[in-house]
């Protein structure tokens, strides 16, 4: 469009943290293409670019749930009921990374590991502490886990029947989106194949047990975090929807069935208005895609529900309280973009797991946001400015081109196995710090404006004694289970593994028999293989 | 200047962040020098192995998983136990300051914290490896 009138820009030209040239202004020649109905719709009317409900924050707020979970399961169980005290309405989980890549605390991998960058979970006894006294026909729970997402969900069914909660009655969402370790984060251990049998099969379980829990939350969070654009965020996200429709349908589900139980997490990065614009975009494109490409007719299929996390790798180590402020305009982006719920990042987050201090920051910020603001009284205040319309339009345009490209590929696992993502994405983080470090992109206390003492901030720490408990716990379960049910389970499980049946049922058995993460894992690692990336830079 | 230097890029313990290793290693690609990244989730003896078999005179080690303290010291160990405490040990990641000054005991030459300049590890490097040599 046009140029800056008479040369008065302070820069050559404006572009945003993903690299899109902005223009001067905005305006109707911009959105001439735009049909109301058919483009945006009333909020809760197809194609929800304005949003899911027609009342959206009027209705109901967001919920506040900030992603938690370190040491043991008493410490992380004492981090939760602060968090509810303060106000909080649902738990995320952090789990270590032991417990991320399926191996008990005493696995020889494991030693340094435990309890660091989140909870450590070996078997039942840990599950029902870190739950101790949460009522879990109330509080809804995310949980942050992957390759043995039916192993920890199954825990979970498990402690609320505890608890004398039906799994008809538990509310939550395991993330369980393998395609994207995969792509970014890269806490595989199967083999794409059997890993997508796991999936589909706890869509299956969810469909027929647990009806009002997510059984997936397909994630572009960490896809960004990895260095990837808000276009490809938005693009491999929702082409790993796609996949998860497909391999659903592929094992002989009805979309509608399973369908209204996907959900997705975003990442809601600095540049304000890409990140609201794109939030705007999924919306689109899922309900299109879904009545259109896979026949879905029930409306609860075609709605995009979605999380947002602020963006992590924004945050910096330098001056941290400025990270408070970064955090506030990324959550501002995501309310503004409908979000159903929100995690802030905490100020200390570049230096550490965040201390009770800083958390409380971040959810006042949201408290702030909802209750202050007055942002939460309208909904989609920014629907119909003509750059907001444009830019979604843009990000859509530019999700389609990837699609195209992936399915030239074969699809989101042949892209995989070809390297297509990593390598996009490996790209983008280089060209990413490479502004940065030419000044191009601008960095608050790093790269401008770094002068000037900050204060000392208090950092959390995981110490030794944590992964001493942990062990303790372990041996004496090990010690005080009945044997020969947790090898009947085992055995059960290997036979479904080899076979076709749902792999939920002997997992929830073998759990129950307080079998351990690492024994139920290795089981299946020996039955489906593990998976060695390409190592691309 | 002198040979080409060699830098291994490895990733240890359970570990999965990997976009501070893959940007490293390619800003030393780019500045001319020889890198070989191990890919994620190596134990500290298959990186020492890895370090001895491809001759480098770099391990540049990527951890932000808070488990630096036990297996940072344990590659440097394994590193001179297979004649290679010549090695240049260069740390980054998120690691608190006051864990710094046992890594640097251990024979860590120096420790990037979040948000170093890419143009500054490389010339760290090259110095400390040509003024060395």
Redesign the interface.
Same mark, same amino acid.
């Given at each position: 469009m046009s140029e800056d009138p008479g040369k008065t820009g302070r820069r050559d030209a404006f572009i945003t943290v993903s690299g899109q040239a902005i223009e001067r202004l905005y305006g109707p020649a911009d959105t001439a293409g735009l049909e109301y109905q058919r483009d945006l719709g009333d909020p809760g009317d197809f194609p929800y670019t304005r949003g899911i409900q027609p009342s959206m924050y009027r209705g109901r707020l967001w919920t506040m749930r900030q992603f938690a979970g370190f040491g043991t399961a008493e410490e992380s169980n004492a981090r939760y009921r602060f968090l509810l005290e303060q106000g909080q309405t649902g738990l995320s989980v952090a789990f270590d990374f032991p417990t991320l890549l399926g191996y008990d605390s005493d696995h020889p991998r494991s030693e340094g590991e435990v309890g660091k960058l989140g909870v450590a979970i070996d078997t039942l006894a840990d599950m029902e502490i870190l739950f101790d006294g949460i009522p879990l026909d109330r509080v809804s729970t995310s949980m942050t886990i992957n390759a043995p997402a039916a192993v920890l969900w199954a825990m979970y069914v498990v402690v609320a029947e505890k608890q004398g909660v039906s799994r008809t009655q538990i509310t939550g969402t395991i993330q369980n989106d393998i395609l994207k370790e995969y792509m970014a984060q890269k806490t595989f251990v199967f083999p794409p194949r059997p890993s997508m049998r796991l999936v589909t099969d706890t869509f299956a379980f969810g469909a027929r047990e647990a009806p009002r829990w997510n059984t997936i939350s397909i994630s572009g969070y960490h896809i960004r975090e990895a260095g990837a654009t808000a276009a490809q965020e938005l693009a491999f996200t929702l082409a790993s929807g796609r996949e998860y429709v497909r391999a659903g349908i592929e094992a002989g589900l009805q979309v509608d069935d399973f369908a209204p139980r996907l959900s997705f997490f975003f990442n809601s990065h600095v540049d304000f208005f890409e990140e609201l614009a794109k939030f705007r975009a999924a919306r689109r494109i899922w309900a299109r895609e879904m009545r259109d490409r896979f026949g879905a007719t029930s409306p609860r299929s075609w709605m995009l529900r979605f999380h947002t996390q602020t963006a992590g790798c924004s945050l910096t180590a330098q001056q941290p309280e400025n990270n408070i402020v970064r955090t506030a305009l990324q959550a501002l982006a995501a309310v503004l973009g409908g979000t159903q719920s929100l995690h802030t990042n905490s100020m200390d987050e570049a230096l550490a797991l965040p201390s009770e201090e800083a958390v409380r920051i971040a959810l006042r910020t949201q408290q702030m946001i909802a209750e202050e603001s007055g942002v939460a009284n309208t909904v989609d205040p920014l629907g119909g400015s003509y750059f907001v319309e444009a830019l979604t339009n843009q990000l859509e345009e530019q999700a389609y081109a990837y699609f195209d490209r992936i399915d030239r590929l074969g699809g989101v696992v042949a892209a995989i196995e070809k390297g297509f993502f990593q390598r996009e994405i490996a790209d983008s983080a280089y060209r990413y710090q490479r502004r940065v470090e030419s000044g191009e992109l601008v960095v608050v206390g790093v790269n401008r404006y770094a002068g000037g003492q900050s204060s000392p901030v208090k950092l959390l720490r995981v110490g030794p004694e944590s992964q001493r408990r942990q062990l303790d716990r372990l041996a004496r379960t090990k010690r005080e289970r009945d044997r020969r049910a947790v090898a009947d389970a085992l055995d059960r499980l290997r036979a479904a593994a080899g076979g076709g049946d749902n792999l939920m049922y002997p997992i929830l058995d073998a759990v129950r028999a307080y079998a351990s993460l690492g024994e139920i894992m290795a089981v299946l690692r020996e039955e489906f293989g593990e998976y060695r990336e390409e190592a691309i830079f | 200047m002198g040979k080409i230097i060699r830098v291994l890029?490895a990733k240890p313990?359970?570990?999965?962040h990997?976009?501070g &290793?893959?940007?490293v290693?390619?800003?030393y690609?780019d500045a001319g020098m020889e890198?070989i990244?191990?890919?994620?989730?190596q134990?500290p003896e298959q990186v020492a192995e890895a370090v001895v078999q491809e001759d480098a005179d770099v391990l540049a080690i990527s951890i932000l998983?808070? &488990?630096h303290?036990?297996?940072v010291p344990r590659m440097v160990e394994l590193l001179r136990r297979r004649g290679r405490g010549d090695v240049l040990v260069l740390v980054g990641g998120?690691v608190?300051d006051d864990d710094v000054p046992a890594l640097l005991q251990a024979g860590v030459a120096r420790v990037f914290?979040?948000?170093s300049?890419?143009?500054e590890i490389v010339e760290f490097t090259r110095r400390a490896v040509e003024g060395s040599g």
């Open positions: - | 890029v313990g359970l570990d999965s990997d976009r &290793a893959k940007v290693a390619r800003a690609r890198v990244y191990t890919g994620l989730h134990t998983s808070g &488990a303290e036990v297996l998120v608190p914290g979040p948000g300049r890419l143009d």
